[in-house]
């Protein structure tokens, strides 16, 4: 049994995989605070990976926190693809993962995986198994507060996936104008991709993937948990 930890930005999330199923997952404040729990409810745990882009977890902390469970890092680990990052210490954990989770669930198909959280993130993946890398962008909330703490006046508006031409007052003006923003340049990321790779599978994934893929034209494969269902083949990928 696996403990899949995604700590992003805003929020932590773990995972319980049973082989390859997900038999539970949940948000949490911190990992520590129910940590015990998982042990005593779950004694077949064999091993925690972990993903962190805020940088604040260690192999070293959670070992202490999971004493006779296998902590495993994604760097250390022998990856399911080729990559031609040319930074490699700086690829993020869960970039990786997401390419992972392309390689065992699309095998031998053009890739790209859109990744909706605090930042907006593409990966590319080709038919061959190459990651050839992406993009970052900030994502939908970082862009509604953005708007709001560097301006004087403007209000935080809350994101509606309906949005027009013609906002008739402050608020939906906010919400046309970011809304079109990331929508178009989610679009035309796919509309880049397609014409170098006509034959293109598109997944999209991530918190505010729903918020998104009503708005999206393009034809896409929505994912809600591809980035511990990467972590998980990774793990057992490197078991085989």
Same mark, same amino acid.
């Given at each position: 049994?696996?403990?899949i930890?995604?700590i992003?930005?805003t929020?932590?999330? #773990?995972?319980?995989?049973? %082989?390859? /199923?997900?038999?539970?997952s949940?948000?949490?404040?911190?990992?520590?605070?129910?940590? &015990?729990?998982?042990?005593v409810?779950?004694?077949a745990? $064999?091993?925690?990976?972990?993903?962190?882009?805020?940088?604040?977890?260690?192999? +070293?902390?959670?070992?202490l926190v999971?004493? %006779? =469970?296998?902590?495993?890092?994604?760097?250390?680990?022998?990856?399911?693809?080729? $990559?031609? #990052?040319?930074?490699?210490?700086t690829? &993020?954990?869960d970039?990786i993962a997401?390419?992972?989770?392309?390689?065992?669930?699309y095998?031998?198909?053009?890739?790209?995986i859109i !990744?909706?959280?605090?930042?907006l993130?593409y990966d590319?993946? $080709?038919? /061959?198994?190459?990651f050839?890398? &992406?993009? @970052?962008?900030?994502?939908?909330?970082?862009?509604?507060?953005?708007?709001?703490?560097?301006?004087?006046?403007?209000?935080?508006?809350?994101?509606?996936?309906?949005?027009s031409?013609f906002? !008739?007052?402050?608020?939906? $003006?906010?919400?046309?104008?970011?809304?079109?923003g990331?929508?178009y340049?989610? +679009?035309?990321? @796919?509309?880049?991709? %397609?014409?170098?790779?006509?034959?293109?599978? =598109?997944?999209?994934?991530?918190?505010?993937?729903?918020?998104? *893929?009503k *708005?999206?034209?393009?034809t896409i494969?929505? +994912?809600?948990?591809?980035?511990? +269902?990467?972590?998980n #083949?990774l793990?057992d #990928?490197?078991?085989n």
């Open positions: 049994m696996h403990l930890l995604d992003g930005n929020n932590v999330k #773990y995972h319980l995989f049973d %082989q390859e /199923e997900c038999i539970m949940a948000l949490v404040g911190s990992i520590e605070l129910v940590a &015990g729990k998982i042990l409810d779950f004694p745990l $064999s091993h925690v990976i972990f993903s962190d882009v805020r940088g604040i977890m260690t192999k +070293e902390k959670l070992q999971f004493p %006779q =469970v296998h902590v495993v890092e994604i760097k250390s680990l022998l990856f399911p693809f080729v $990559s031609q #990052y040319a930074s490699p210490s690829l &993020g954990d970039r997401l390419v992972a989770a392309a390689t065992k669930k095998p031998q198909q053009n890739c790209l !990744d909706a959280g605090t930042c993130t590319f993946l $080709s038919q /061959e198994g190459t050839l890398g &992406g993009a @970052i962008s900030p994502g939908l909330q970082m862009r509604f507060k953005s708007l709001k703490h560097f301006t004087g006046k403007l209000p935080l508006v809350q994101p509606k996936s309906f949005f031409l906002g !008739d007052t402050t608020e939906t $003006s906010i919400n046309n104008g970011v809304m079109a990331i929508v340049e989610i +679009e035309g990321q @796919i509309n880049a991709h %397609q014409k170098k790779y006509p034959s293109l599978t =598109v997944i999209l994934t991530g918190g505010d993937a729903l918020h998104l *893929s *708005s999206l034209k393009n494969f929505a +994912e809600p948990n591809f980035l511990a +269902e990467g972590m #083949y793990l #990928y490197n078991k």
